[in-house]
């Protein structure tokens, strides 16, 4: 997802619960300089950043999830005297091509979002991890429970109790506020894993 798209979701986020700059700064103990640049697309938010951000705002930081990532036909405008369109079926199914994305440069770290929704029990997302790239893990809002199965590459996955390093076809279950860190353990190949969460708070 576009850092400008980012920035624009956490403007229209900040002016819905009318909140200044100065408060978000505040409450994020982030510089109202810096948050200014991220709405604007002019700096990257780190996943430390954006999780302060969504804490603030009140929202998982996969609120921040591009909801239209593959680009369609161009829609056509109807006519005034043309009734309006109906509106989209809810369908259970995610295309591959359809997932929500979240990609943060600073992190190395990007999410597909695997559930149709953020409304459930549970969220289950898709993450990537370059080579040499990590991130320490930020205590969410609530307690929440993860399942992890790596698909591919190495992932290094710090908790309360110590590190591990799973392979591909390697899983993890943890409670949520036992994770410290998360980083790809492959030199050259980036770790590719599933992650479900409960309750839908990331």
Not at 129 to 135: M, R, Y
């Amino acid at each position: 997802m576009p850092e400008d798209s980012i920035g624009l979701r956490i403007q229209e986020r900040r002016t819905a619960l009318d909140l200044s700059l100065r408060e978000l700064a505040r409450r994020t103990e982030l510089t109202a300089s810096f948050l200014s640049q991220v709405e604007r697309g002019q700096a990257n938010a780190s996943i430390d950043s954006l999780r302060r951000i969504a804490e603030a705002l009140e929202v998982p930081i996969l609120y921040f999830l591009a909801e239209h990532p593959t680009a369609g036909p161009t829609p056509v405008e109807p006519s005034p005297s043309s009734p309006p369109a109906p509106a989209p079926a809810y369908t259970p199914v995610v295309r591959v091509a359809e997932r929500p994305r979240l990609t943060l440069p600073v992190s190395g770290v990007a999410y597909e979002l695997l559930t149709p929704d953020l409304g459930r029990k549970m969220e289950a997302m898709c993450g990537r991890l370059a080579p040499g790239t990590g991130n320490v893990a930020r205590r969410l809002r609530i307690p929440t429970e993860e399942f992890i199965y790596v698909l591919s590459g190495a992932l290094l996955i710090g908790l309360d109790s110590g590190e591990y390093i799973l392979h591909a076809g390697d899983t993890i279950y943890f409670e949520g506020p036992t994770l410290r860190q998360l980083a790809c353990a492959s030199e050259t190949e980036e770790a590719v894993w599933i992650s479900i969460i409960t309750p839908p708070v990331f």
